[in-house]
């Protein structure tokens, strides 16, 4: 009986322990447009993107989807270091292949997870007609 306990004991300290031990998971998202661009841009392209980042690790999921841009995505970022209506540098590059929808992982800085929790980070769709970017949105709760 004593060893069926101790083993009980042991199983119920390790699961309090993993879920007390586990990080928070936020989701963070925006709607993409033009207007959002610094400076604006005109353009009939929309989009949306979902940032879900483990507090503990920094590590971070992403899910971006648009359409009607002016041509081919050449580029996709997460920027931080800037609130709405400033720009700031590129955070996280989502990868290679940007055509929509887009997915992938990465990794944050310290400084980064401050500037996302801060409201400091947005999402940008960039293009050979807009260079610095014909979508964007900042990263919300």
Same mark, same amino acid.
């Given at each position: ?59 971070? @999921? ?18 931080? =270091? ?5 720009? =700031? ?10 055509? @929509? ?17 801060? =409201? ?11 260079? =610095? ?9």
């Amino acid at each position: 009986m004593r060893k069926t306990s101790a083993i009980v004991i042991g199983l119920l300290t390790a699961a309090v322990t993993w879920s007390y031990g586990q990080a928070a998971v936020t989701t963070y998202k925006a709607t993409l447009g033009g207007a959002a661009e610094v400076p604006a841009v005109m353009t009939k392209a929309t989009g949306s993107g979902a940032v879900s980042v483990d507090t503990a690790t920094k590590k971070l @999921s992403w899910t971006v989807q648009y359409a009607g841009l002016s041509g081919p995505a050449t580029a996709a970022h997460i920027h931080c =270091g800037a609130a709405a209506g400033a720009n =700031g540098g590129v955070a996280v590059n989502l990868g290679a292949n940007v055509a @929509s929808p887009i997915s992938g992982s990465g990794e944050m800085t310290d400084a980064q997870m401050a500037d996302l929790t801060a =409201g400091k980070c947005y999402l940008n769709i960039h293009t050979a007609a807009n260079k =610095g970017g014909e979508l964007r949105g900042q990263l919300a709760p």
